[in-house]
């Protein structure tokens, strides 16, 4: 056989096992433009988690689940033990103490760019799947800006159709409009091929994020979906005081007693459809909205905001912790609404921190 | 039919094979023929009676051009040549400005009714046949009696749209020969094939969705975006037409061919006049050898030859104010380098230094190559100025897509240096060509024209 018969055998040959390996991992593939599709899938195959957050961008880059466990660890010290390299350390102190221990790990599930469906279709999943002895959501004003009128629960059928929609719309496969001979092959190629059809895996940031979906459990994959990725593997943690806890600590809403009037909160639709799942469900959950910078903190910390929170914790069993008031340094942020590095180290302790002296947490198990 | 959808693949593969099974040199050139004219008559067919008429033409009156010896036919025919591309291409732009022009009187035109069709690749086909008809007057070739022979010169499929301008004394004598195939050549365009349509899908038509917002609405952007896009523009172009280009020489390795290379890094130029040494050689060549030697050259009136020959080739990328400007622009740079030559002044400045200013210069200038109109061009200046204040961030991708295309340059570069692309273990062939595949495959959503096809 020449050269040029090899080298076409052999690149025909790549492109037949690519197609297998497509078609074999159809469903992965499937969700790989959505990140938020992704983060869910990755919280279904890690198993059961302590804790898992769900929001928007803004808890994505709010809470690290390193810094986040590594605080309620030490809050804890005789509850929980962390499943990282001081457990295997033979010569930590706590290792010989720490066989009756349980490994506490948390999941960051929030995503960015996600839509109001997308948002209620992952709860709606991860509280079915029991996916963590208490899920922390964020209800800030940024969820529901993201909704326009309606937003629904949709069922698992219904979902698998919207995600392709989606996908597909948002990558363009098919190059719409053709017709004649170049039209029926591009439908030939598109209907038989799921090389062809998802052909947006082969992009590099896609495959790295299937990648990231089939090693999940053995690299902290939650990481992968914020900037700066490369930095936080070599960036060191921050110690913060005691009395940087209590000089940042929420509002908090309870339930109580105290009868509250409905006061139509903006987004009312999604609300209301957040709420209504939130009745429908036996786990245990608590609702937070994070801290943001003065300018966006008027559209927070509002009166409205708060009595909509009374109301909530009236209607459903649950407490909300609304950090959007508290006023945090300026280099905690990198824009108006996220946080950086330095903040969401902060947050993620100081989010530890009130759980954890309220004992929301430890009556989550 | 465009290189860069699947019924080219197909069409390609299908004649190709055909070519390479028949051992007759006849029915290959007829394959040829045939394969071309259904190539240009798929776009619109009755472009074909232009292009047929056209090689008629051209094919009768060389051969009575090199009987005569007469200038008189010469001009005749070079004439006829020239009233085509003038009517399809430029009679609009005449008319528009005619009536224009009689407004100032106050006289009112009322503007034709008919619909202007312009004939794909005009300008190439048509350039191709002047420079045959010239170098049969100046004998420097035999005008061609095998019509089949004339008929696959004009029409090869490879260049008959978008170039490269081959002359015929480059194209006839492979055309003459018969082939004896070769599978390294074949190989090698499947290789150039496969990176022209990644340059051209994968850089060009990405880059041209930054392009196409920048000058939808020049006022939109900012003065980092705003000069990120000119950039992006700088780099489409080329890509678009380099793309192309490299489709055509690895169709013609795989029948054998080899045709012209038509880029040579034009964005590592130091001058313009350099530039003219590495951008659309066929054409700058073709506009060195059929206008400016025989307006005079260097010998008589030359900064008037540089700057005539320089509009004339920015008016032949499109009819309209916006070309001639770009045109004069390229011509007074030329102008002003070639009088600090001959005056021996020069500005002793590093060599980096040097292209980066000529990659700002060409840009700018390309501003009124992109503009729609001249109105659109004077907005996007203002914002190149920082007229327009936005708080913007430049496209990440748009970064990562210019970084994309400077190492793919210098990687396509080496592999094709010396054909080293032969030399590589068929491991490394493999990988790259697979690496090539999936990029195109994975870009492959948008299919957008290739800009040349309208010059």
Redesign the interface.
Known sequence: M???S??IL??LT??ITLELFFRHNYQEILILSDKQLIKSAILKKLGLQNVAVFGSSRSNDAFDSRYFSKQVVESNPLIFKRQTSDVKNPNSNILAKNKDRISFQSFNAASIRMSPQKYLQSLNEAFKNQAANLFIIEISEGIFSQSDSKATILTSKQAKSADEISINHD???K?EG?TG??GF??DF?YDNFI??QQ?????LK?ALRLLMLKSAGYIPSERWFRSGIIKSFFAKDIVFMEEDYKKYSPQIYQKSSEHTVYVQPDHEVFKNELMHLFKNINNKYILINLPVKIKVREQECTSKNREFYKYMVYQLDTTVLDFSCLDLPNDFFKDEKHLNYRGRVFFSKLLAHHLTSMDLIKNAF | MLFNSLTFVFFHLFFVGLYWTSSSITIRKLLLAVSSLAFYGWFYWPGLILLGLTMAVNYVLARIIENSGSKKNLTLAVSLNLMSLGFFKYSGFFIDNLIVFFKLFDLNLAKPEWSYWLPLGISFYTFQGISYLVDVYRKQISAEKNVLNFVVFNSFYAQLVAGPIVRANELLPQIKEKKVFKSELFQLGIYYILAGLLIKIVIADTLSQFVDYGFGDPSKLNFANSWMTIYAFSVQILCDFWGYSTIALGVGYMYGYTLPLNFDNPYIADSVTDFWRRWHLTLSTWLRDYLYFPLGGGRHNKYRNLMLTMVLAGLWHGASWNFIIYGFGHGSWIVIERLFMDYKKSLHLPRLLKQFLVFQGLSLLRVFFRSPDLSTSIVYFKSLLGFYKFDQNIPEALVLQLLFFILFMIFFEKSTKDRSFLTWSLKKQVLVSAAFISLILSFASNKLDFIYFVF
């Open positions: 020449n050269r040029l090899k080298y052999i690149l790549f492109f990558q363009g496969l190059i053709e001979i170049e092959l591009q190629f090389l062809v052909r947006h895996a082969l992009k896609t």
